[in-house]
């Protein structure tokens, strides 16, 4: 099949250039669960061919009700393996590296070094930060996708586009100063936390409720938020918030900023010259 016809319903909204400008884009999913294995997905029907995959996780059970390209075989695996496995099946030629460890940028950087775009799919700030600080440190457009259920019922997510030192999560007040505080926090501090704040250890580290159906929605407005910006269609949407219980997308204009330390002192402190 050749090129012109895999994508040429793509070319009738942003022409030959546009896919050419996607398929030569090399971009970093950090978290392959239920957002990352979407954004996967997506990405490579899209036409991107170079990709980075970076998750600690295996397949668990519970996983199974979300986990694009994963069956019950899989109970066991690295989640990066079902990642590029589905990927290359759409893909056969896309060159695809993975790696079976939590992001820590001094470890990744050599493999990150020819990433374009980096995409966070993670579930907790501690690991958002460390993403936030290397994006800005590598002057790298970041895209960060979370969802959430409350208590009372709400359900959706949101997507931030952080790129050229214009917002990040620390400055859109997006990141929680308690976990991060938390992660600081030796054994014995963490015990006297708990008894302030009421929440026992273990509880941190569980997973609330997620939805194939709702995930796919996060992840389809960031890749379609990377697709316009990439194509040229359109400046990409800064923040975008979907609520699943209201049935609305909505977009948010960030507050005006006072100092900032991720995007604006470090940001391009280590880019390549």
Not at 163 to 182: N, P
Not at 251 to 271: F, I, K, N
Request: glycine share 10%; aromatic share 6%.
């Amino acid at each position: 099949m050749t090129r012109e016809k895999r994508y040429a319903r793509h070319m009738g909204l942003f022409g030959a250039d546009g896919q050419e400008r996607i398929a030569a884009t090399a971009v970093t999913i950090v978290g392959l669960g239920g957002l990352g294995s979407h954004v996967a997905v997506q990405l490579a029907y899209l036409g991107v061919v170079e990709f980075v995959l970076v998750d600690h996780d295996t397949v668990s059970p519970s996983n199974l009700n979300r986990l694009i390209g994963a069956c019950p075989a899989d109970e066991g695996a690295p989640k990066v393996n079902i990642a590029a496995r589905t990927i290359q099946a759409i893909q056969p030629d896309a060159n695809v590296a993975t790696m079976t460890a939590r992001f820590a940028a001094e470890d990744h950087v050599r493999h990150l070094g020819r990433t374009d775009v980096l995409f966070g799919c993670v579930d907790d700030d501690v690991a958002r930060l460390e993403l936030v600080r290397h994006a800005s440190m590598r002057a790298l457009p970041y895209i960060d996708l979370a969802s959430d259920v409350t208590p009372d019922g709400e359900f959706g997510g949101r997507v931030v586009f952080a790129k050229d030192g214009e917002r990040c999560l620390s400055c859109l007040g997006e990141l929680d100063q308690h976990a991060l505080a938390l992660a600081q926090m030796t054994d014995e501090q963490r015990a006297a936390d708990e008894e302030i704040y009421g929440i026992e250890r273990d509880a941190l580290d569980a997973g609330g409720p997620s939805v194939v159906s709702v995930n796919g929605v996060v992840a389809s407005l960031a890749v379609t938020e990377f697709m316009a910006w990439k194509t040229g269609l359109r400046a990409p949407i800064g923040y975008l918030s979907y609520r699943g219980d209201r049935g609305t997308v909505g977009s948010r204009t960030d507050p005006e900023r006072g100092y900032c330390h991720y995007c604006m002192t470090l940001w391009g402190s280590a880019a390549a010259p």
